[in-house]
């Protein structure tokens, strides 16, 4: 089955500043991933996804993702966060059986920006 | 716009009685999930529809049933509510396409005391 890692459970930035939030996968077949945002008492979210094709994923908000196949890594970053981009971050993975799909989802990353 | 509507949005509730959570999309679309999500597991599966008359169990599926009579909806039910039952309660659907992408509620807040 596969799995989805989120290696920071929370993590606090100043406002303008970079950020990445990582997440690592277990598969060792083609995968689909995603990223998904949840504002404070607020659903999911779709930030950006990778299906093929350019390892570079760009998704709204001026986030984007790398997908590194050798890393199994799908790791999550901005240039420069804004207040408006607390919230939480899950990073997915899509699981294939018997022609079916369903979503994988990692524990979350807490992102707080502060001013 | 389609859309996925859950409800009731917050409940409360007590030990042992029975709670229905609704969930009804306008998507059409044939798969349809319940996620709960806690402090420090994220979402976690439990139970989901790949079409009508079609149900299947979750990694946390224990102490929970749903139906599907139709596409639109996939009510979820409790059928003797528990504190540890308390959570976050999302569903979700998607088209049954090839990337999984899915499409959320706003969750519905489940308190049992």
């Known amino acids: 089955a596969q799995s989805v890692t989120q290696l920071d459970s929370q993590v606090p930035v100043f406002e303008e500043a970079p950020v990445e939030l990582r997440c690592n996968y277990s598969s060792s077949v083609s995968v689909y991933l995603f990223w998904y945002v949840q504002y404070p008492n607020q659903g999911l979210q779709l930030l950006l996804k990778y299906l093929s094709g350019s390892t570079l994923v760009k998704g709204i908000n001026g986030f984007e993702a790398e997908f590194n196949k050798s890393q199994t890594s799908f790791h999550l970053r901005k240039p420069s966060v804004h207040i408006s981009d607390t919230a939480e971050y899950f990073c997915?993975?899509?699981?294939?059986?018997?022609?079916?799909?369903?979503?994988?989802f990692g524990a979350g990353t807490r992102l707080a920006v502060h001013p | 716009d389609a859309e996925i509507t859950q409800s009731p949005r917050h409940k409360i509730t007590e030990t042992g009685r029975q709670v229905t959570l609704a969930c009804h999309q306008t998507?059409?679309?044939?798969?349809m999930f319940w996620y709960r999500q806690d402090l420090g597991h994220g979402l976690r599966l439990i139970h989901y529809s790949y079409g009508v008359q079609d149900t299947n169990k979750g990694e946390v599926s224990d102490g929970y049933s749903v139906s599907r009579s139709n596409t639109e909806d996939l009510p979820l039910t409790l059928e003797s509510a528990a504190s540890s039952q308390t959570s976050v309660y999302f569903c979700?659907?998607?088209?049954?396409?090839?990337?999984?992408?899915?499409?959320f509620g706003e969750g519905s807040r489940l308190t049992v005391l």
């Open positions: 979700a659907s998607s088209d049954g396409g090839h990337t999984g992408e899915l499409f």
């Open positions: 997915a993975v899509s699981e294939i059986s018997g022609g079916y799909n369903k979503l994988i």
């Open positions: 998507w059409n679309h044939n798969n």
